[in-house]
């Protein structure tokens, strides 16, 4: 299914604010709101290097009632602003952005927190995004969308299978997909397996938004086999 849950962006832990709206709802509703929230804290990074802690916080908002409580109370949206904005980061150059159009990319990791958040960052960007947790799922979703994927970011180390046996049935299914590969090890050894066996590019994480951007760029850019 594409990816559809609303995010805001705290530079402070958020599991507060989170209470306090559900305690809000209870009260004025006499229940809990629908959807439960994703708290995750994650790091990011600056084009210094340097590296801070910001929380993110996810939810699937079928009714609005988180949307309309996240209006109300000022909380920041998750969106590519306000990424760079915490980061330092410029604007992307326009030359960076994807093309216009329906341009479909599927993300591929098991942790939620590494997944939501570059798949949040690329619909910010214009790019439609699908998402997979573990090898089998990413196979599938592929094999169903085949014909509208036209990059795929894909974490090495997925459960249901190694990322080059994941790698080799995505290029069963289409030979020439562009695959990025992601990974929060250096593994210089597997860097090289993985470029060898035909990835157009590794990302190690964490790794900034423009960094994101340019990897699916340089993928997209690159000539069909």
Not at 6 to 28: Q, S, T, Y
Not at 122 to 141: K, W
Request: hydrophobic share 40%; glycine share 8%.
């Amino acid at each position: 299914m594409k990816n559809t849950a609303r995010g805001w962006l705290f530079d402070r832990d958020a599991r507060e604010e989170i209470d306090r709206a559900i305690a809000e709802c209870k009260r004025d509703h006499g229940s809990s709101p629908t959807g439960k929230p994703s708290v995750i804290r994650r790091t990011f990074v600056r084009n210094d290097g340097s590296e801070f802690e910001a929380t993110a916080v996810f939810v699937n908002d079928d009714d609005g009632w988180w949307d309309e409580y996240a209006r109300v109370h000022g909380w920041p949206e998750y969106t590519l602003a306000r990424i760079q904005e915490l980061c330092g980061e410029k604007e992307p150059d326009p030359a960076h952005s994807p093309p216009r159009g329906s341009t479909t990319v599927l993300v591929a990791d098991n942790a939620q927190w590494v997944r939501d958040p570059i798949a949040g960052l690329l619909r910010q960007a214009g790019y439609e995004t699908l998402t997979a947790a573990d090898g089998r799922d990413a196979v599938a979703v592929f094999e169903e969308h085949a014909k509208e994927i036209e990059a795929v970011l894909l974490d090495c180390h997925l459960p249901g299978g190694p990322g080059d046996e994941i790698f080799e049935e995505l290029r069963r299914i289409r030979p020439n997909i562009p695959v990025i590969m992601m990974s929060g090890f250096a593994e210089e050894d597997s860097i090289g397996r993985f470029l060898g066996m035909g990835v157009v590019g590794f990302l190690k994480k964490p790794f900034g938004p423009l960094t994101l951007f340019q990897a699916v760029k340089n993928a997209l850019d690159q000539p069909a086999a």
